[in-house]
């Protein structure tokens, strides 16, 4: 586990919050628990996702490599290009999973639609709207010219973009709102056929994710690799 990359928990300046350099303070001495409850604090309160990298690192120096697994893998949720978070979690599923190797849990077009928040796909949809409109009013010139001439070509131009920022939109506000991820830390977790009810003989692999595809209360369905769905307690596993 040396190989990982720590010395990324320095690089993480300009944050001044009072819990997050308690926690910073903690991990510097030693005692991770304390800095895991700071961390906790300050990403409840700014939703920051440095915090949730030092809290794997933290869980990591606890010898607790499932919990670092998956807050690595959470901290991509928020950062999907994270270089650090991306390297830590492929070498530590390595170790944990011999002959097994890790794949990042979004595609390569989540991880530049998830780059940007939402609220930055919302603005690029309102200019882009707006670039549709002027688009629009000079195509409309009686007259033919230049102004018209971009005019029409603006149209089809704007429009596809402001298709693609509005889905994007889309596509990030429900990526950052929902249970996307189920982590299994251990094998011995009750399935379910529905929700908390029909117990089942399913047993799920230890460190691994599954994908939730539904929801309903404290239970996820989540769906295995050979395709069925089965529903698990929340509260049983690791899930972002």
Known sequence: MRQLLLASFIILAGLVH????????YYQDKAYKKA???FEKDWDSTQ?????YNIA???LMLEHPEKALYFFEKTLKYEPNN???????????????????WQHPYSWIGRFVFKFSSNTWSYLSIFFALLLGLSIFFSLQPQKGTRKKIGQFGIVITFLFLVVSTMAAKYSHAHFVATEFAFSPHTD?????????????????QNQRYKVKA???????????TGEKVWVAQKDVLSY
């Open 189 to 205: 977790i009750a399935t379910y056929i529905s929700p908390g009810k029909n117990p089942t003989e399913v047993k799920l692999e």
């Open 215 to 225: 929801q309903h209360e404290n239970f996820l369905q989540i769906q295995l690799k």
């Open 83 to 101: 270089t650090d978070a991306i390297y830590n979690a492929s070498h530590l599923f390595s170790e944990m999973n011999e002959g097994s190797y």
């Open 57 to 59: 690192l933290c869980e």
């Open 18 to 25: 009072a819990n997050f350099e308690q926690g910073v303070a």
């Open 36 to 38: 895991i409850n700071a």
């Open 48 to 52: 920051n996702s440095a915090n949730l």
